[in-house]
């Protein structure tokens, strides 16, 4: 399966955000999907994942109350919606999905095999 990022950009501050990942080349309707982050100097980590067809969701601390994560399966898509964005939120954002069906799982894999191109959010205070 092929994943495609999108939706990045600046904003100042305070502003939104939706991130949107496109899949070709195979069904996500099996599979959690994910979105993780990297900012400059630091290590990926995993920002919010969603199950594969009960909805149920997974936040990291720095997301949850800001963010929210959705899929239309129908349409093969993953959206992360982000407000109130912060300059601490600036990093290149990635969708990913592997062979799990839960969010929390996904979120918590060390290794995961497939993922977007990423792209790019920048912050600006």
């Known amino acids: 399966v092929q994943l495609q990022a999108s939706g990045g950009g600046l904003v100042q501050a305070g502003g939104s955000l939706r991130l949107s990942c496109a899949a070709s080349g195979g069904d996500l309707d099996y599979y959690a999907v994910g979105w993780f982050r990297q900012a400059p100097g630091k290590e990926r980590e995993a920002v919010s994942c969603?199950?594969?067809?009960?909805?149920?969701?997974y936040y990291a601390d720095s997301a949850k109350g800001r963010s929210t994560i959705s899929r239309d399966n129908a349409k093969n898509m993953v959206y992360l919606q982000m407000n109130n964005l912060k300059p601490e939120d600036t990093a290149v954002y990635y969708c990913a999905t592997d062979r799990v069906r839960v969010a929390g799982t996904l979120c918590r894999l060390k290794t995961i095999d497939f993922w977007g191109q990423g792209t790019q959010v920048t912050v600006s205070s």
């Open positions: 969603i199950s594969d067809n009960d909805g149920s969701t």
